[in-house]
């Protein structure tokens, strides 16, 4: 798993290389779920706080999505900043709360600034103001916003030429709001992966979504 994860990015394997090479690799790595991985791309000089081209660091990727409090961990302990925002001005801190997640939230809580509009700044204040947010009907804009960055995520990647990882991405969007356009892009990665069955399987489910589209 690590090596093709470094295989897909030998161009930029060394500590000088173009941040968008190794931030694709760490983006790959949390993809994959591959701490191990993580933490080489990590100590081989990848940028804690910069996750890919897209304003999504490492940090709000792992506290948004849930499952990774290992990485959180150690994305904190190399320094990784709790203080950047995703692109809709939620703190990591906040993220985690939204999931419940008292082990993240006790972990980022001494690290984060005081929010404002939090009146309570404790742990317990923390999870229950997100838990009254969330209870809030999900923002339409929002949704939108989510799927939009997702799927240009992936788009980048398929522009790097990293089928697998964009394949990868793609199925992420696709678990948020599926799509016949988002299949059709995931079919095309796996054709292009030489995984014929997967490919067909993929543009199967994207002709039940639009079934007039050749
Ligand atoms: C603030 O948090 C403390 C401890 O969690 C709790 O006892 C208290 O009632 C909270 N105050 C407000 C105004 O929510
Ligand atoms: C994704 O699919 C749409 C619809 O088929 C297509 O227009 C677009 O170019 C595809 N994007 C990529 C990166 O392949």
Redesign the pocket.
């Known amino acids: 798993l690590c090596s093709f994860v470094f295989y897909n990015n030998y161009y930029s394997w060394q500590p000088n290389a173009t941040v968008v090479g190794i931030g694709t690799a760490l983006m790959g790595a949390l993809l994959y779920r591959s701490l191990k991985c993580m933490k080489l791309l990590i100590k081989g000089g990848a940028d804690v706080n910069r996750g890919s081209s897209l304003p999504m660091t490492p940090l709000v990727f792992t506290t948004g999505w849930g499952g990774y409090t290992n990485f959180v961990k150690f994305l904190l302990k190399s320094g990784a900043d709790p203080n950047i925002p995703d692109a809709y001005g939620n703190l990591p801190i906040e993220l985690a709360a939204k999931r419940d997640c008292m082990e993240e939230v006790e972990m980022l809580f001494p690290l984060t600034s005081p929010i404002p509009t939090i009146p309570n700044w404790s742990i317990d204040g923390i999870i229950s103001h997100a838990k009254f947010e969330s209870a809030k009907p999900l923002d339409g804009r929002q949704l939108e916003q989510t799927k939009a960055t997702l799927k240009a995520h ?2 980048h990647l ?2 790097l030429k990293d089928y697998k990882v964009a394949s990868k991405a793609y199925g992420v969007a696709i678990d948020v709001a599926p799509s016949a ?1 988002l299949y ?2 995931r079919s ?1 990665c796996k054709l292009l992966l030489d995984d014929g069955e997967g490919a067909l399987s993929d543009a199967l489910r994207c002709r039940m979504l639009r079934p007039n589209w050749v």
Do not use: Q
Request: no cysteine; charged share 25%; hydrophobic share 50%.
């Open positions: 992936a788009d398929f522009r356009t059709a892009n095309l």
